[in-house]
């Protein structure tokens, strides 16, 4: 196990646990350790690496919560499969978030939005397409549309991409998109304009129209959005 | 401060640091915690939540890491700006995601790769675009483009978006959509095509085209990995 850290962090602002950690996971790495793999315990790690095993027991929390390792009964340590968008669920606090961060994540929600199309039309099916049309021909009866109508009409677009970590990511990012869109729009709110595209132009071109006309009509969509953005 | 996870995990699998760590996420979020507030240190909150002081420190410590809180000479611990794509960067190793993460990460790179023509029409300025020219003008001279060189061009084009977190997920993403790519291609590597769309048609639309034949010429660039795409 070497103790370089990899990750081109300046040195003198590592403590012992950020190094033992790092040389965990460069040490996993290294040896290419796959899920299941067993793993020395605390107590040779803090031997082989003559650090405490408070300092070992910290850095192993860390990869805990990070899914890298568990234990299990009678196995002892092992590596584990972890969930890429568990840690990053727990820092997207809205209040905490540099202001730069959340105009990005606001921009990544309509990057991430305009690049489906080709994913929702090679996997739509016939079902999702019913379901899809259940929400937008009750939409359609709304005289205007609430956060949870667009919530449940975009997370139906997320669910027919397939990809479950998109999906995911995509509901992780709603909430600062929120809040930036929110920050963004004049006092007293946004003007309630009617849609020039709505939910159901979007519904009828995914099922008849194509790929190219889904894009085209999603970006009018979401021009609200893409008008708050600048140059 | 309430031990409540806002989670919905699992109670039974919630280790003792596990419940501390939740519970002061959750006292940050419900106090409304701003970067710099300072915050009760180690001996408090173990003392309220009636835990050792180990648990505490390690809880501490996965926050730690997480960005969300650090240490200032003569301030004590206060809250601080997590940057939200750190976690995420040390899970992605290839080796231990999933192969259902690896293949949505495959794909999320392509929903990226196609969602950015807006923002790269939006913020293209006469000095990026030279610059790009340099690139494709040098490789069009190129008999193959090697990975670097497809790293140089896209990663560009990242750069125009004007996006920083964007673009850090992107080139965190390129290892992982590389790996996917490598392993589902037949043995001995794909054919070497000739690109139906090279850099430079890309070069040139963004220069003088219009946005949506951007995103039809990048379509049709990405080919050889949509095909790939099971519906």
Redesign the interface.
């Given at each position: 196990m070497n103790t370089k850290s990899g990750?081109l962090e300046p040195l003198e602002s590592l403590s012992m646990?950020?190094r033992v950690?790092n040389s965990l996971?460069e040490f996993?790495?290294e040896n290419?350790?796959?899920?299941g793999d067993p793993l020395p315990n605390e107590q040779e790690i803090a031997q082989r690496l003559n650090v405490s095993r408070?300092v070992v027991?910290?850095?192993l929390?860390?990869l805990r919560?990070?899914?890298?390792i568990e234990t299990r009964p009678r196995r002892g340590m092992v590596?584990?499969?972890?969930?890429?968008?568990a840690?990053?669920?727990?820092?997207?606090?809205p209040?905490?978030?540099?202001q730069?961060?959340l105009n990005?994540?606001f921009?990544?929600r309509?990057?991430?939005?305009?690049?489906?199309?080709?994913?929702l039309f090679?996997?739509k099916t016939a079902k999702a397409l019913d379901e899809l049309e259940l929400i937008v021909e009750k939409q359609k009866k709304l005289p205007l549309l609430s956060k949870e109508d667009e919530i449940e009409f975009h997370g139906k677009l997320y669910d027919m991409?397939g990809?479950?970590?998109?999906q995911r990511?995509q509901s992780l990012l709603f909430p600062v998109f929120e809040h930036v869109f929110t920050s963004l729009s004049k006092p007293g709110g946004h003007a309630v304009i009617k849609d020039p595209v709505s939910h159901y132009d979007l519904f009828k071109i995914l099922k008849e129209g194509t790929?190219?006309e889904f894009?085209?009509a999603m970006?009018i969509h979401l021009s609200v959005y893409?008008n708050t953005?600048k140059?």
């Amino acid at each position: 196990m070497n103790t370089k850290s990899g990750l081109l962090e300046p040195l003198e602002s590592l403590s012992m646990t950020d190094r033992v950690e790092n040389s965990l996971r460069e040490f996993f790495t290294e040896n290419a350790f796959k899920p299941g793999d067993p793993l020395p315990n605390e107590q040779e790690i803090a031997q082989r690496l003559n650090v405490s095993r408070n300092v070992v027991r910290e850095a192993l929390s860390r990869l805990r919560m990070l899914g890298m390792i568990e234990t299990r009964p009678r196995r002892g340590m092992v590596m584990a499969q972890p969930d890429p968008l568990a840690s990053i669920e727990k820092v997207l606090n809205p209040l905490i978030l540099s202001q730069s961060s959340l105009n990005d994540i606001f921009e990544l929600r309509l990057i991430l939005e305009m690049g489906i199309a080709d994913f929702l039309f090679a996997r739509k099916t016939a079902k999702a397409l019913d379901e899809l049309e259940l929400i937008v021909e009750k939409q359609k009866k709304l005289p205007l549309l609430s956060k949870e109508d667009e919530i449940e009409f975009h997370g139906k677009l997320y669910d027919m991409t397939g990809n479950e970590t998109f999906q995911r990511f995509q509901s992780l990012l709603f909430p600062v998109f929120e809040h930036v869109f929110t920050s963004l729009s004049k006092p007293g709110g946004h003007a309630v304009i009617k849609d020039p595209v709505s939910h159901y132009d979007l519904f009828k071109i995914l099922k008849e129209g194509t790929s190219e006309e889904f894009q085209q009509a999603m970006r009018i969509h979401l021009s609200v959005y893409y008008n708050t953005i600048k140059a």
